[in-house]
């Protein structure tokens, strides 16, 4: 996925976009859950779907923070459901893009 042809891009059943101005939003767990069970999907945080469907960037403040919060919260959720290997498998890509 070249996240320059952002706006070639819709949301659908393996991608999600997400706003993260007020940190990470809570709904982001439901759509992490959804792909966990399914076939997985993008997640792209710090991007907002306009009235048309576009896809537009919008940022993520303290993006370095974002990232420990998601494993934090991964790993705690991993010891007190004791999850198995395929809830963090492919978090290995979790990366920031300066836009």
Known sequence: M???DLDKFREGNRLEA???KGGLPKSMWETYSAFANSRGGVILLGVVEGPDGELMPEGV????R???EIWNN???????RQRNGNHLRGL?????ISL
């Open 74 to 80: 991964l790993r705690d959720r991993r010891a007190r």
């Open 92 to 96: 290995e890509r979790l990366r920031t």
């Open 2 to 4: 070249d996240l320059r």
């Open 61 to 64: 403040p303290k993006p370095s």
């Open 18 to 20: 997400k706003s993260a």
């Open 66 to 68: 974002r990232i420990d």
